[in-house]
């Protein structure tokens, strides 16, 4: 049977980057730039990066780079790196939905709403107990104000987006079309949010890479930190050019899960 091509799905924060206490206060080394267009080169353009971040917020963030992406969880696809972005066809958080979120979050001393148009994050530094309280809020305010609309929790974050919107979407309709159909997905994540987009690779009979505790054991392979994805990536890019394919790749995790 021939080998089937390889491409990457990458989650940002968490993965590719350490997080920080303000989305805009990550920090992006020139070096993981040139790993992104190393990538993107050697896997002949079957990269995607694929975030809860707007896609204009990951063209700012690693510029000049700019690919394949995956945006707002699922919400913003764009299928090559100088195509248009496409949006889902969801309505607009109502206004009532978007009051009483600004509500609860002041109530828990949120360290910060961030409106991302399409989604609403609401970022906060809570124990547990009072997260889960957050969380329940914030559920309860969809179901009364916004039953399209649900929450989506992730590390010290919780996003209220419109239901159905996940990671996973993103993922399955880059699959459908070129140039991403037919070829072997290799998918990094660290959050509960990247769950949904294992669950989709693996439906393409993909390999799922966990970073970090949130999600241990939940993929074919686990990583410690961003500094090891951006390790294996190098690996990955180092074997694509030397022209590896899916079995010689899927060799390569294999053994590194094992070592």
Not at 29 to 43: E, I, K, W
Not at 127 to 135: D, G, I, S
Not at 186 to 202: E, K, N, P, S, Y
Not at 242 to 256: F, N, P, T, V
Request: glycine share 10%.
């Amino acid at each position: 049977m021939t080998s089937r091509p390889i491409s990457l799905f990458l989650d940002v924060d968490g993965t590719l980057l350490d997080y920080a206490a303000h989305p805009d206060a990550v920090v992006v080394a020139p070096d993981l730039v040139r790993l992104l267009h190393g990538l993107h080169r050697a896997s002949g353009g079957l990269l995607a990066l694929v975030s809860g971040r707007a896609v204009e917020s990951l063209d700012r963030l690693f510029a000049p780079f700019r690919g394949v992406a995956v945006g707002l969880h699922g919400l913003q696809i764009r299928r090559q790196p100088d195509a248009p972005v496409e949006r889902a066809g969801a309505a607009a958080l109502p206004a009532p939905l978007r009051a009483a979120i600004d509500t609860i979050a002041c109530a828990h001393r949120a360290a910060l709403v961030e409106d991302k148009g399409a989604a609403v994050a609401v970022h906060h530094r809570l124990p547990a107990p009072a997260m889960q309280a957050l969380l329940r809020e914030l559920a309860a305010a969809c179901r009364r104000h916004g039953p399209d609309w649900t929450v989506l929790r992730g590390r010290q974050v919780v996003e209220v987006k419109p239901r159905g919107a996940t990671k996973g979407h993103g993922v399955d309709a880059l699959m459908a079309a070129a140039p991403l159909a037919g070829s072997l997905p290799v998918a990094f994540g660290d959050d509960l949010t990247d769950l949904d987009m294992f669950h989709a690779i693996r439906r393409h009979s993909g390999i799922a890479v966990a970073v970090g505790p949130r999600i241990a054991g939940s993929g074919d392979l686990q990583l410690d930190t961003p500094d090891e994805s951006l390790a294996l990536l190098a690996t990955i890019g180092a074997a694509l050019r030397d022209g590896a394919r899916s079995d010689r790749i899927a060799g390569l995790l294999r053994s590194h899960a094992h070592a």
